[in-house]
């Protein structure tokens, strides 16, 4: 029995994890750049040229748009590998400079999974269910080794695998 995981997430998947709450604050963050710029600045006697206010409008909207989608990121990433939401989400906030947004993918732990048999929470890095003692990932009957399903020899020991696909129901 092997465990179900989303190890090969997609990028598309992933934006989708992003909340609603933190692209709306996104796009906020992002026209009020655009005011600051555009009309507090252009009141100012030595203000920049209209299309270098534009210019920085659009980098600041940019830069702090992608500030509030990772904090919205992360506080669902979080959640989804069994992590604190709100630590983390706090720690990006408030440590400066980006270091808890850095800190977070740094440290974040594996995607969790779940036993087919039983249907606990599993971490991805184990081969046997801590409830039900299912054996979660496939191994080598010579040498232990997680393998793959479709190998036809261990890649590790070079021992035959047909055995285990001849005993195993199609």
Same mark, same amino acid.
């Given at each position: 029995?092997?465990?179900?995981?989303?190890? #090969?997430?997609?990028?598309?998947?992933? /934006?989708?994890?992003?909340?609603?709450?933190?692209?709306?604050?996104?796009?906020?963050?992002?026209?009020?750049?655009?005011?600051?710029?555009?009309?507090?600045?252009?009141?100012? #006697?030595?203000?920049?040229?209209?299309?270098?206010?534009?210019?920085?409008?659009?980098?600041?909207?940019?830069?702090?748009?992608a500030?509030?989608?990772?904090?919205?990121?992360?506080?669902?990433?979080?959640? #989804?590998r069994?992590?604190?939401?709100?630590?983390?989400?706090?720690?990006?906030?408030?440590?400066?400079?980006?270091?808890?947004?850095?800190?977070?993918? /740094?440290?974040?732990?594996?995607? /969790?999974?779940?036993?087919?048999?039983?249907?606990?929470?599993?971490?991805?890095?184990?081969?046997?269910?801590?409830?039900?003692?299912?054996? /979660?990932?496939?191994?080598?009957?010579?040498?232990?080794?997680?393998?793959?399903?479709?190998?036809?020899?261990?890649?590790?020991c070079?021992?035959?695998?047909?055995?285990?696909?001849?005993?195993?129901?199609?």
């Amino acid at each position: 029995m092997q465990v179900t995981t989303d190890n #090969r997430t997609h990028f598309g998947n992933e /934006l989708r994890l992003i909340p609603v709450w933190s692209m709306v604050l996104a796009a906020i963050a992002f026209v009020c750049m655009q005011f600051v710029f555009n009309v507090i600045v252009a009141q100012d #006697r030595h203000a920049p040229p209209v299309w270098g206010r534009v210019l920085m409008g659009f980098a600041a909207g940019i830069v702090l748009g992608a500030y509030f989608l990772l904090i919205g990121y992360i506080n669902r990433d979080a959640g #989804r590998r069994g992590m604190s939401r709100a630590l983390w989400t706090t720690i990006a906030i408030l440590v400066p400079n980006a270091l808890g947004i850095i800190l977070y993918f /740094l440290l974040r732990q594996p995607m /969790l999974a779940r036993c087919l048999q039983c249907g606990a929470t599993v971490e991805s890095g184990y081969n046997y269910c801590p409830r039900c003692s299912t054996k /979660l990932r496939p191994g080598c009957p010579h040498c232990q080794k997680e393998i793959r399903p479709g190998n036809d020899y261990c890649p590790y020991c070079g021992g035959s695998l047909k055995e285990i696909k001849e005993g195993i129901p199609s």
